[in-house]
């Protein structure tokens, strides 16, 4: 009943453009994604690159920019491993090169242009960024590992809607006027579960001797949909069904288009396989340049029923999850589950927390265990937070045995604010940022590249050359903290008045209680008193 | 303050207080009385409205349709229930992993510290199943959450099926914006509490459970769901959480708001709703309605499973299906389509509740009794302390008869230290006994006497309070002879404002267990002398005990219940009341066995050993 897909869209633009899309099933949902490469030797010549973030590279000197858009959460243990991992809300991390001296201004102006491009609010600043120090290398070529040209910030509560997908629909060559990008109809792919958005640009090589460098952007799209409520729990599904559109033609400036369907369960035509994170997949692949493809009605529509309706997915060995312990307003534990499901072997993982200043972590209660034993994690990089200045910055490195939980938790105390501090909707509790895992798991499969070498271009975009593992990054969910939080109503003004009136008839009572009154005389009148200094004077005694 | 400051008009103002003490607190007993009563006359009364603009009027039409299916699936669960002996735990994973739902389990276990005889348990096993239906595109952050205890017998079965249909129901909708948590916990309210405190990761009363594997962020609003048969004539709302916490007041509108969309009958306490307010009967009824929720909330205890959420900042109610032969009859898709509309407004909230009220009485679901108008009745009786004790300060501050000398001053206020601090020990160490004698005396007792557990648990207790009224309190016999006139006063006027403190707290917290203490501790506080006849004073104080509170409140509650009781059962049932009340505070924490045992007994005891002055 729970039959869900998951359909992958690959967009790749290779000097020439190609575009590829992969579906593959999954337990409960329905994944897309879309992949956008482009490489121009010179960012003055705008061909296939757009030309907005062009200027914005070469202005704010960025080396690589990561942005993504993500409406929901990634369920690592229904869906199995992430494609392209990101976590709930915006998440960008950018390498600056070495000759930006101010760093964080760049930073700040940077995001600024990019909430304009992408109409996001991505209000970065120092409040709210750090610098890791080892979980996000850059993925481009240079070997910059200095990591105060890195900013990393996510804002958890970002809402993506349509005003987000179509700028980034514009940023492709063909805009959605043709090719793969003409099913993403906005109206269908946000009535799904999980939908996130990315936008990577990193340098290049041009060619196999590095001579020149390029840029490369890729575009992805991960899109979920759930067969449960729109299937009928039919394992089934077509292009027309979950787009309403079918494909008529493929990008004329496209080098390659290709869509990938995940056909591993039902394998009847063996075009493609493929080792993809760890699992072994086989693909029936459509090529969109082709004319063939498309047949005699020349718009070309898939549908896949499958003859099992149990799916079959390879356990992730990988999962993680966080939540916060503890239910008073003072303070809380943060809680932090690291799985290992691999039979047999233990590999390290790095975790990344970027907790707000508003929750006070005591490092010292820091403790890491797994299988009941305290676990040393052999990296440590901690950066304290200021009040209204910097956030927590903690990054471990932890090794994981076999067929374990590991558990990282931290103690936290709650922070009163200050009034004006508080945000319109106070009570709705405040944001603490996904932590990030990224790992190298041992892969299980072992290692055939035989069939990939037919389809190079899949090949680069699923790093696979090292045969024993691969790697990967997941993110933990959100979490939402409530702190002491006055009421900001009626009743509040009523305490602060009555908190007045009590102080006040509190000193005047205790004043009575604690003085002991007596009748003095009354103070004579000037004339007396002037009379009574002359009398002094004379050495008579006063009246 | 220019009157107080003023050494005349001060000390006129003071003798006019001292002279008229007495019937000015007279007065002020019979008016906080007469406010209380006054509290459910219609004009008093507030109307109810919803708060929260998020929950406010939607052009949504229930669609639920499934009621049939709900009862066939309940008498399936009973088929399963009564094979497995118990909670059918594997059939449960599997009916909530076919509806779509993300499943979990979680063990726990408990030995309590004596045999429930209610509900004959003592070692406790069990397994809560609950599975969580993700929300499209939502983080994770927030959830909802729907409960149905598994009750022993054929209890309950129909709310278990309507859970079933509902989370198939629900998890066919794109609209949710949090995750729904669907749980079916066993044995009642300590499969609550571990599951609770299993998602929260605390541990307060020392229960053992498997951590969870399983969460969906923070719980925003639970509803608990107790259904026992296909027919239902009416809903009832069950509000009285632990400790006398209440969930917020929208949540009560919402129920009571889609009562009336579907017009369904609801009751309150078990009372109909009327609307006759002018009529005398229609003011008794809400006279009764509102005292029986003041009984209950004094009580302490959780009236059900949604009131061990409370404590965890979730607003929660329990929603009973009653089948009593009325004519009106509700279709199950009816009471389906009810939730369906809650559920769906409680999605909406952008915040937790927290727009409505917190402290409230309720003398009808369409009328409520906001804090600041119950409060002062509560005032009334707590200022009758307050000016008995000006009353003595003046007393002793006035220059003693006999003028001997310095000495003769520092020897009596020495001695008077004495004669207040003795006293102030040994009734704690009383109370500490009451608390702490009866659950580790019991295997003692047992061995000695021909009772059960249980039994010798609440005996204990009855003697230990027995005994605390024979013990000599004081010990200026042994060190000064005569107890003095002076060293009544000193100790009067401590125990008089640590009994005013203790209320004032008491009410703040719990208004209604504060107000019960109040209605019968402050006529003692205020009376008694040592100068009173001794056997009639010793009655009245006796009958105005706390353990007397308890027994008449329990008569009062079955009373207005209309389900009265002989003497003989009220006896038997303030018994199992007392080892309930132990057992609450042992198992969930409730708090107001230890508030009784050590610090309001306590207190009286300082009267009775000032009527025993001499």
């Not at chain 1, 910030?153 to 993506?160: D, K, S, Y």
């Not at chain 1, 020349?298 to 939540?323: T, V």
């Not at chain 2, 076919?98 to 004596?114: I, K, M, Y």
Request: charge should be neutral.
């Amino acid at each position: 009943l729970g039959a869900t897909f998951l359909l992958f869209l690959l967009l790749l633009l290779l000097l020439l453009i190609q575009k590829h899309m992969i579906v593959q099933p999954l337990l409960s949902g329905f994944f897309q994604c879309g992949r956008h490469v482009e490489r121009a030797h010179k960012l003055s010549h705008y061909r296939l690159f757009p030309k907005s973030l062009g200027q914005v590279i070469s202005k704010f000197s960025v080396r690589e920019l990561h942005i993504s858009l993500t409406q929901g959460y990634w369920r690592t243990m229904q869906w199995g491993q992430p494609y392209q991992p990101s976590p709930p809300g915006a998440e960008l991390w950018v390498w600056f090169q070495d000759s930006v001296t101010d760093v964080d201004g760049t930073w700040s102006e940077l995001t600024n242009v990019l909430s304009g491009i992408f109409c996001a609010s991505l209000n970065f600043d120092s409040i709210n960024s750090i610098q890791p120090s080892a979980s996000f290398k850059p993925l481009g070529i240079g070997n910059v590992t200095d990591h105060r040209f890195l900013r990393y910030a996510t804002l958890p509560r970002e809402t993506v809607c349509t005003e987000n997908l179509t700028p980034w629909k514009k940023l492709l060559p063909c805009g959605s006027k043709a090719g793969l990008a003409v099913l993403l109809k906005s109206e269908k792919l946000f009535h799904s579960s999980f939908h996130s958005q990315a936008v990577h640009i990193r340098p290049v090589c041009q060619d196999a001797q590095c001579a020149t460098t390029s840029w490369e952007l890729r575009q992805t799209l991960n899109v979920v949909f759930d067969l449960y409520v729109s299937g009928q729990g039919k394992r089934e599904w077509s292009l027309f069904k979950m787009f309403s559109r079918t494909l008529t033609e493929a990008c004329p400036l496209a080098s390659s288009s290709k869509i990938y369907v995940d056909v591993s369960d039902n394998s009847e035509v063996l075009t493609a396989q493929a080792v993809v994170l760890g699992d072994r997949r086989t693909f029936s692949v459509y090529d969109l340049t082709q004319k063939s493809t498309f047949g005699t009605t020349s718009s070309l529509n898939l549908l896949i029923r499958w003859k099992s309706s149990d799916a079959h997915m390879l356990r992730p060995l990988l999962h993680a999850e966080r939540y916060v312990a503890g239910y008073r307003l003072q303070s809380g534990e943060i809680h932090t589950l690291m799985y290992n499901n691999h039979p047999y072997r233990s590999f390290p993982v790095l975790l990344l927390d970027l907790v707000p200043w508003y929750l006070r972590l005591y490092i010292h209660t820091l403790s890491v265990t797994s299988k009941g034993k305290t676990n040393r994690p052999s990296y440590i990089h901690y950066e304290p937070s200021k009040d209204r200045v910097k956030p927590h910055t903690l990054e471990m490195l932890v090794q994981l045995p076999p067929n374990s939980v590991t558990e990282v938790t931290v103690h936290f105390d709650r922070i009163l604010l200050k009034w004006t501090e508080y945000p319109p909707d106070p009570n709705h509790g405040f944001y603490v940022g996904s932590s990030v895992v990224s790992s190298l798991v041992p892969s299980i499969v072992a290692m055939d590249t035989n069939a990939t070498h037919e389809c190079p271009l899949f090949n680069s975009f699923f790093p696979s050359k090292e045969e024993t593992s691969y790697f990967v990054r997941l993110y933990t969910e959100p979490l939402l903290v409530n702190l002491p939080t006055p009421d900001f109503s009626m009743p509040y003004n009523v305490i602060c008045l009555t908190c007045t009136v009590v102080a006040v008839g509190y000193g005047s009572l205790f004043n009575l209680l604690t003085r002991n009154f007596q009748i003095g005389e009354p103070r004579p009148g000037v004339a007396k008193r002037i009379a009574n200094v002359i009398r002094k004077m004379r050495g008579v005694p006063p009246l | 303050m220019g009157l107080l400051s003023d050494p005349t008009r001060r000390r006129a103002l003071i003798s006019l207080l001292t002279r008229l003490n007495t019937p000015i607190c007279a007065v002020c007993y019979m008016a906080g009385v007469a406010w209380f009563m006054g509290l459910a006359f219609e004009p008093f009364t507030l109307r109810m409205h919803m708060s929260e603009n998020a929950m406010g009027s939607t052009m949504v039409e229930e669609r639920f349709q499934a009621g049939e299916r709900a009862l066939v699936t309940a008498k399936e669960f009973g088929v399963q229930k009564n094979k497995a002996g118990g909670m059918p735990v594997d059939w449960l994973v599997k009916a909530m992993q076919d509806r779509g739902l993300e499943v979990f389990t979680q063990s726990f276990s408990r030995t309590l510290p004596f045999p429930d005889e209610n509900k004959e348990r003592f070692m406790v096993k069990g397994t809560n199943v609950y599975g969580i239906l993700r929300a499209p595109r939502a983080p994770r952050t927030e959830a909802l959450m729907l409960t149905a205890p598994c009750s022993q017998g054929n209890d309950n079965n129909q709310a278990v099926g309507m859970l079933l249909v509902l989370a198939q129901y629900f998890r066919s909708q794109v609209y949710w914006a949090k995750d729904i948590i669907f749980l079916v916990n066993e044995h009642d309210l300590i499969g609550m509490q571990a599951w609770l405190e299993g998602y929260h990761h605390t541990n307060i009363t020392g229960m053992e459970w498997s951590p969870l594997q399983g969460r969906a962020g923070a719980i925003q609003a639970a509803l608990s769901l107790e259904l026992s048969s296909d027919v239902v004539t009416s809903l009832d709302i069950v509000l009285e959480g632990l400790n006398g916490q209440l969930p917020n007041l929208d949540l009560v509108n919402l129920f009571y708001a889609f009562c009336q969309k579907f017009d369904v009958l609801c009751t309150f306490q078990g009372k109909l709703q009327r609307n006759d307010w002018d009529s005398p009967s229609g003011y008794s009824h809400a006279v009764q309605t509102m005292m029986l929720m003041v009984l209950k909330q004094a009580s302490g205890h959780s009236w059900g499973d949604h009131g061990l959420f409370l404590r965890y900042q979730v607003e929660a109610v329990t929603i009973k299906g009653i089948n009593s032969y009325r004519q009106y009859k509700t279709t199950t898709t009816t009471v389906g389509r009810l939730l369906e509309g809650m559920y769906r407004k409680l999605n909406n909230l952008l915040e937790r509740l927290h727009q409505s009220f917190f402290f409230y009485l309720l003398p009808s679901l369409s009328h409520f009794v906001s804090i600041s108008y119950y409060m002062p009745a509560f005032g009334l009786l707590a200022a009758i302390l307050l000016l008995r004790a000006l009353n003595l300060w003046v007393e002793l501050s006035a220059p003693p008869a006999t003028e001997d000398g310095v000495a003769n001053v520092e020897q009596q206020s020495s001695s008077g230290v004495l004669s207040v601090v003795t006293p102030l020990v040994i009734s704690h160490l009383t109370g500490v006994a009451l608390y702490t004698l009866p659950v580790h005396f019991q295997e003692m007792a047992v061995e000695h006497f021909p009772v059960s557990e249980t039994e010798a648990v609440v005996l204990t207790a009855i003697a230990v309070y027995t005994a605390g009224l024979a013990l000599p309190h004081n010990t200026h016999r042994f060190v000064s002879g005569e107890g003095t006139e002076q060293g009544w006063r000193v100790l009067k006027l401590v125990a008089v404002l640590y009994l005013a403190v203790l209320l004032g707290c008491t009410a703040l917290l719990n208004f209604s267990l504060g107000f019960i203490l109040a209605l019968t501790l402050v006529p003692v506080a205020a009376g008694v002398t040592p100068h009173m006849p001794k056997f009639p004073t010793a009655c009245v104080m006796v009958v105005l005990s706390p353990a007397c509170t308890l027994l008449f409140s329990v008569f009062a509650f079955h009373e207005l219940q209309e389900t009265p009781l002989s003497f003989q059962d009220t006896w038997l049932l303030f018994l199992s009341v007392i080892s309930q009340g132990i057992l609450d505070h042992a198992l969930y924490g409730a708090l107001v066995f230890p508030l009784l045992a050590m610090l309001v007994y306590p207190c009286w005891l300082l009267f009775w050993n000032i009527l025993f002055w001499k």
